[in-house]
């Protein structure tokens, strides 16, 4: 059984303007997502900003509510779950984010800030005990149990990505949800933080869904991907093959974009036009249309269905297999 | 005579050095990347080179900046702004933030032109800056205001206006950071075919290592105030010398390759101010040696072309 089925997610938020703000249209931030995640998988979730990656990963965890589709978690319906019973599932899946100076309370000990998470759960018998866990999530995530009663900006932007993964890890959860934690970080930060959060999932048998606009930390994370463009997946499927093979025009030109450090390495450049459309208006047909290099007219009319070209690989593109 | 040479620059903010010693000279017409994390001084280096920090917090502790060969730090202020925008623009990391909100893109490209060239400050001419920079449509674009273009045009159009003054140089400092990878291509596509056919030299500020492959003749790496090795960028992605370069090249994750293990560099970026002593880098390196922890190194030549501060390279 999947840990995780999403079926037909959509996202729509309201527009509302004028004098008595009424409703003059919707942004369509996720539309018609569907996809499954195993116990200790992790999953990419790559686009670009404005793709609706990052409404998509908070709709999976109801911190935005969706407008259709269903979130089944572990055999449960918990689109319609009430609030009170939601707060109890909430333990088993749990959010990091992407910036680490506005995630953490700057007037909250280290301490406070996770042992929070295991009071609201009751998830320690005594005060003691709740010391003790502290220290040993701190230490689990590479920081010292004498950090636990210091302040957020006493410490550096990994340090404070390391608590807020010490914080989601408090509950003992089933899945995380990654939003971006790396792209706030510098460089040679960044990979303390990616090989911290593969230690962790190795060792706790975790579930990702690691949200993230990089490509290549991506692949280096997830053996599976989702490529967003404008509120859909595009593609999907085992990373290693999008990234040696990519099907849809507009995962090639991700890809190609990608700067890259090996200069041998260098493919032929795709340089996209344009920009992303305003999910507003959407185009009528393929999404990617007005920027394809390949586009065809029935592109702009139709709407691509899936193509699975091989199992679990596939691609939402009139011309796939074509090229 | 290079167009800029920096010699030995020193800035301190306060009590606390930040650019310690820069050396670094671009040629007419060259591409040179300064790369580097955050807090490094890549950022104060690329100000300093108009002089467009504020004096205090900044002072200007030491070393020259010579510009076509004058040095910019003993400039009168007339001189200075002759200089700035006519023979060295910028480009910033936000276009959002660097535009004038209230001002029509059309009128604050005018602004750059009536300063510099008086002559050509006219509608004509704006549009074909625009056009310059591949913003479609530039007749009806001249009357938007920056919030009405995305990321990428707002950028499009900061760099029309940098280019308005015609300069030899142009500073980009981190140009592409605040923008998505497709668009992120996209500006740098379009600063290398402007350089072709205006052949002007770049100065590029980033802490993108990627970056570099694509667009550098030269590179400089900083850490902590200094530039620690300065190589032609091929060379020095293929082959660098100095341990943090080497370290930084290896902490990125590749597509394309195995599944390794990141090799992460330990502990973090000492701020200005907590410089360690001897090499600044000797406390995070994994081949120091005792003495490291003592003898500052110098920026030494290392093969032809090559400087690096370690004497432990080969």
Known sequence: MPLLEIQNLQVHFPVNQGVFAQK????????????TLEPGEALGLVGESGCGKTTLGRAILR??????????????????????????????????????????????????????????HRLVPSVPARTVRISQLLQSVGLEPAHARRYPHEFSGGQRQRVGIARALAVEPKLIVCDEPVSALDVSIQAQ???????????????????????AVVEHLCRRVLVMYLGRVVEAGETREICRAPHHPYTQALLSAVPGVDCDLKRRRIVLKGDVPSPIHPPDGCPFHPRCPIAEARCRTERPERVETSPGRWTACHLVGRQ | ??????????????????????SLTVEEGETVCLVGESGCGKSVTALSIARLLGTPPARYAGGEILLQGRDVLRMSSVELRNMRGGVVSYVFQEPGASLNPVMRIGAQIREMLTVHRPTWANENEIIRLLKLVGIPAPE?????YPHQLSGGMQQRAMIAMALASEPRLLVADEPTTALDVTIQAQIIELLRELQQQLGMAILLI?????????????????????????APADTLLDQPLHPYTQALIRSVPHIGRERQRLE????????PGSWPTGCRFEPRCPIAHTECASNSPN???????????CPFWE
């Open chain 1, 24 to 35: 003059r249209g919707s942004v369509r931030a996720v539309e018609d997502v569907s996809f």
């Open chain 2, 140 to 144: 009806s674009r001249i009357r938007d």
């Open chain 1, 63 to 120: 911190l935005i509510e969706p407008t259709a589709g269903r979130i089944v978690f572990n055999g449960e319906d918990i689109t319609q779950l009430p609030a009170n019973s939601l707060r109890a599932r909430r333990r088993e899946f749990q959010m990091i984010f992407q910036d680490p100076y506005s995630s953490l309370d700057p007037r909250m000990t280290l301490g406070d800030a996770i042992g929070e998470a295991l009071d609201i």
């Open chain 1, 193 to 215: 933080v990616i090989n911290l959060l593969q230690d962790l999932q190795r060792e706790r048998g975790l579930a990702y869904l690691f949200i993230s606009h990089d490509l």
């Open chain 2, 1 to 22: 005579m290079p167009l800029l040479e920096i010699r030995g620059l020193q800035v301190d903010f306060g009590s606390t050095r930040v650019v310690d010693g820069v």
């Open chain 2, 206 to 230: 980033t802490h993108n290592l990627g970056i570099v492959g694509d667009i550098a003749d030269r590179v400089a790496v900083m850490y902590a105030g200094q530039i620690v090795e300065e």
């Open chain 2, 299 to 309: 920026l030494a030549a290392a093969k032809p072309d090559r400087r690096v501060r």
């Open chain 2, 264 to 271: 992460s560099i330990p502990g973090a970026v000492p701020a």
